[in-house]
């Protein structure tokens, strides 16, 4: 999958001198220094088939003026034994928002087996400010074939997130869809929507109820929350309390156990609270709930 605001361009870069080894001396660390640019961290590992290990470098722009757009670079070296030199690959954004193709400044990187075939992947998450928050966080994994780095997948879309669902140690994908309602958008309630499953070699779309009992254990997660703070919440009747806050505890519940497709159970829990929490929220906000457990209620994805 790949979101229509991101890309990437892999081009391969000459970087000044080649650095040449001679054989059999183990390879230094590539160069890394650039003018302009702060070194934010070097990262080590496996990402091919070769048992040489490769390095991917994170630079910041240093600040030259006002007007100049901050962010980072991502380079990624791989030694090649025939030339002994350090063949350097730039990873670039070519996200619409971005005409310097420089990376949001918190984005983090990491190196991971995702997909348990004992080489690593590179993990690209990126934050950026956003209306709601299923746009402000990007996801872009990256592996490398032969001489190439291939996209994996890339999306901007949904808050993408990195989960073992199954307990198999390979991750999938899980997407994120909004339940707004009476709410502002930046107070979005998220929930899964859509699971990506690595097979054959790419990340292609399952169906969500595959992975059923893992959202029954978020369903869980999420009602005991709820219902903490619910305590939290009678502990202090004198109190001011936000509606805003109670509405996205229980709304969260319930949408969990709509991922999971337990109707029945999300329908019996919230009746079950339902008398009590008409006394605490608005009439919109009730409402709101009540419009959920309807198959056809419209729910931002």
């Known amino acids: 999958m790949k979101s229509p605001g991101l890309g990437l361009l892999l081009s391969v870069i000459l970087w000044g001198e080649p650095h040449v080894l001679k054989a059999p001396q183990l390879p230094p660390p590539p160069p890394v220094k650039e003018e302009g640019w702060t070194l934010v961290t070097a990262l080590v590992g496996n990402v091919d088939e070769d048992p040489d290990l490769e390095y991917l470098v994170v630079l910041r722009a240093m600040p030259r003026d006002a007007n100049a757009e901050d962010g980072v670079r991502l380079r990624f070296f791989d030694f090649d034994p025939e030339s002994r030199t350090w063949m350097p ?3 670039t954004n070519e996200s619409q ?3 310097s193709r420089l990376f949001p400044p918190e984005t983090t990187v990491t190196l991971e087996d995702i997909t348990h075939d004992g080489r690593a992947e590179i993990i690209i998450r990126s934050r950026k400010p956003a209306e709601s928050p299923g746009q402000a966080q990007g996801l872009t994994i990256l592996t490398k074939q032969g001489r190439y780095l291939r996209q994996l997948f890339a999306s901007w ?5 990195l989960r073992d669902l199954d307990g198999d140690r390979i991750m999938e994908i899980v997407l994120y869809a909004e339940y707004v309602g009476p709410l502002s958008p930046e107070d979005a309630v998220l929930y899964p929507a859509q699971v990506f499953a690595y097979e054959e070699g790419v990340f292609r779309r399952a169906p969500p109820l595959r992975y059923a009992a893992h959202f029954v254990e978020m369903a869980k997660a999420a009602r005991a929350a709820y219902e ?7 502990s202090q009747p004198e109190a001011e309390h936000d509606p805003r806050k109670l509405f996205r505890s229980i709304a969260h519940v319930l949408l969990l156990y709509r991922a999971s497709e337990d109707t029945e159970g999300m329908r019996t829990y919230y009746l079950a609270e339902r008398s009590w929490l008409r006394a605490q ?19 931002r994805r």
């Not at 903490?228 to 009678?234: D, I």
Request: no cysteine; glycine share 2%.
């Open 157 to 161: 879309e949904g808050a993408p997130e």
């Open 228 to 234: 903490a703070f619910k305590r939290q919440w009678n």
């Open 281 to 299: 929220l608005p009439p919109a906000y009730l409402q709101a709930l009540d419009d959920l457990l309807t198959p056809q209620a419209s729910l």
């Open 97 to 99: 928002e971005s005409e």
């Open 89 to 91: 690959t730039e990873i």
